[in-house]
């Protein structure tokens, strides 16, 4: 089969190799993911529909439950060269726990954050579901959350954001990925086409959380280097309460199946 210019080659290796970041998502709750797993069901379907011949391998990786997230702002862009360096990632000068200590303060008491997906697309970037907040009160929430950690956190670490982290005009957008396109299809802009045409019922989510993750897959495939949870509805903190940036290498999230890296 011959592969349609919209598949990337290039973005599929970045997807299966190990490729660390820092980046603040919410993860899917557990309870809440099984609209998200009829619409991967609904995309295989598609897939099954699309392809006159099963193919010998799977064309999608779809995420398991665990990866499920919403991203809220990256901080540094991914790489294959291993770990987020201090070095690279800290201003000269600068305590690292300055990290932690403007999230706690950005998120505490700000409330949960709705939202509403309800349009799926397909794009080099793989099977995304895409909408936006689903009323003021969570917009505002998401707005101040990333206008604050967009005024603070430049001043003191060398971050490496997409350009729509910065335009307060697209704060109320959100996104979930379900999967990417691992291997090529034959027409594969006729699917593209197929997948923008297709009608999902909404699915609302309820974040509670946000969690800062330092990755080592794209999907935020676990186990992690290590991850950081800070709730949105948390009483104001003092300083001994903050999570320590220092675990953030070997940080066990709870509830979560990553587990610690000690290399």
């Given at each position: 089969m011959r592969p349609h210019s919209g598949f990337s080659a290039l973005t599929a290796v970045k997807d299966l190799e190990r490729r660390w970041g820092l980046t603040l998502v919410s993860f899917v709750p557990i309870g809440s993911a099984a609209p998200l797993l009829r619409v991967?069901?609904?995309?295989?379907?598609?897939?099954?529909?699309?392809?006159?011949?099963?193919?010998?391998?799977?064309?999608?990786?779809?995420?398991?439950?665990?990866?499920?997230?919403?991203?809220?702002?990256?901080?540094?862009?991914?790489?294959?060269?291993?770990?987020?360096?201090?070095?690279?990632?800290?201003?000269?000068?600068?305590?690292?726990?300055?990290?932690c200590n403007i999230l706690a303060r950005a998120t505490e008491?700000?409330?949960?954050?709705?939202?509403?997906?309800?349009?799926?697309?397909?794009?080099?970037?793989?099977?995304?579901?895409?909408?936006?907040?689903?009323?003021?009160?969570?917009?505002?929430?998401?707005?101040?959350?990333?206008e604050r950690l967009n005024r603070q956190l430049p001043r003191y670490f060398n971050l490496g954001r997409r350009a729509w982290d910065t335009d307060p005009a697209r704060h109320g957008s959100v996104h979930v990925r379900l999967g990417f396109v691992r291997r090529p299809c034959s027409d594969y802009a006729s699917l593209?086409?197929?997948?923008?045409?297709?009608?999902?019922?909404?699915?609302?989510?309820?974040f509670a959380d946000v969690t800062l993750v330092h990755h080592r897959y794209r999907s935020l495939l676990a186990p992690h280097a290590g991850s950081l949870r800070f709730p949105l509805n948390g009483r104001a903190q003092d300083d001994r309460a903050v999570p320590s940036f220092e675990n953030l290498m070997t940080m066990k999230d709870p509830g979560r199946c990553d587990t610690p890296d000690l290399s």
């Open positions: 991967q069901r609904l995309v295989q379907k598609m897939m099954d529909s699309h392809l006159a011949v099963r193919p010998d391998e799977p064309l999608v990786e779809f995420y398991d439950v665990e990866q499920l997230h919403c991203t809220h702002l990256t901080l540094t862009r991914s790489s294959a060269w291993g770990p987020v360096r201090l070095a690279d990632f800290v201003k000269p000068g600068i305590d690292p726990q300055r990290l008491g700000l409330g949960d954050i709705t939202v509403r997906l309800d349009r799926l697309a397909l794009s080099e970037n793989g099977f995304q579901l895409y909408g936006c907040c689903a009323d003021e009160d969570s917009a505002g929430r998401r707005f101040r959350l990333l593209v086409a197929k997948v923008a045409r297709s009608s999902i019922d909404p699915i609302t989510l309820r």
